[in-house]
T-cell receptor, first 118, second 110 residues
Framework: GAVVSQHPSRVICKSGTSVKIECRSL??????MFWYRQFPKQSLMLMAT?????????EQGVEKDKFLINHASLTLSTLTVTSAHPEDSSFYIC??????????????FGPGTRLTVL | LAKTTQPISMDSYEGQEVNITCSHN???????ITWYQQFPSQGPRFIIQ???TKVTNEVASLFIPADRKSSTLSLPRVSLSDTAVYYC???????????FGTGTRLQVFP
């Protein structure tokens, strides 16, 4: 149980294009999903918190107009990297919170999406 | 949000027990302690979670002293496949946001 999927797993795009990444909770409902970015040999950096039916909350320094987040249902959140540039190349990981299902606050993570911008 | 401190790296040999300690001095009353494992180019995988004392599951044990200002993840008889980065995080039921620290890079040698 508590499986989170991401699609695509890997994407290569040209500079200036937009890329959409999907995050799905497969066997549970997630009112809250999170988006992280991870550069090589570094830790995960929280980008934003996505709440179903409301606007996402972005961390300081993350451009909300560049990283568009939509959480239209209890099982799907999307991250769109708009006008991508090479510096946006990174490993993007989502997670879904299962608060209330288990004791404490447990997040289950997707497998990640490798974005390469040429 | 409580900040955690872990050793940057650790080395071990196959078959040994590995203990990774995490410091979280300003943990809040409602906070739980959760450990994740991450392999390269994969998302973090939940290992174990606890609030106090000791928790054990099929892959690890988690030791939490009474003051809860630290915790120790214990991996019994590690194998080469346990080579990964291990993250300790703290968060409460009403605080969904988790902030990752540096993690501990465990290298297991044959």
């Amino acid at each position: 149980g508590a499986v989170v999927s991401q699609h695509p797993s890997r994407v290569i795009c040209k500079s200036g294009t937009s890329v959409k990444i999907e995050c799905r909770s497969l066997d549970f409902q997630a009112t809250t999903m999170f988006w992280y970015r991870q550069f090589p040999k570094q830790s995960l950096m929280l980008m934003a918190t996505s709440n179903e039916g409301s606007k996402a909350t972005y961390e300081q320094g993350v451009e909300k107009d560049k990283f568009l987040i939509n959480h239209a249902s209890l099982t799907l959140s999307t991250l769109t990297v708009t006008s991508a540039h090479p510096e946006d190349s990174s490993f993007y990981i989502c997670s879904a919170g299962t608060s209330g299902v288990k004791p404490g606050n447990t997040q289950y993570f997707g497998p990640g999406t490798r974005l390469t911008v040429l | 949000l409580a900040k955690t401190t872990q050793p940057i790296s650790m080395d071990s040999y196959e078959g040994q027990e590995v203990n990774i300690t995490c410091s979280h001095n300003n943990i809040a009353t409602n906070d739980y302690i959760t450990w994740y494992q991450q392999f390269p180019s994969q998302g973090p995988r939940f290992i174990i979670q606890g609030y106090k004392t000791k928790v054990t599951n099929e892959v690890a044990s988690l030791f939490i002293p009474a003051d809860r200002k630290s915790s120790t993840l214990s991996l019994p008889r590690v194998s080469l496949s346990d080579t990964a980065v291990y993250y300790c995080l703290v968060g409460g039921p009403n605080t969904d946001k988790l902030i990752f620290g540096t993690g501990t890079r465990l290298q297991v040698f044959p």
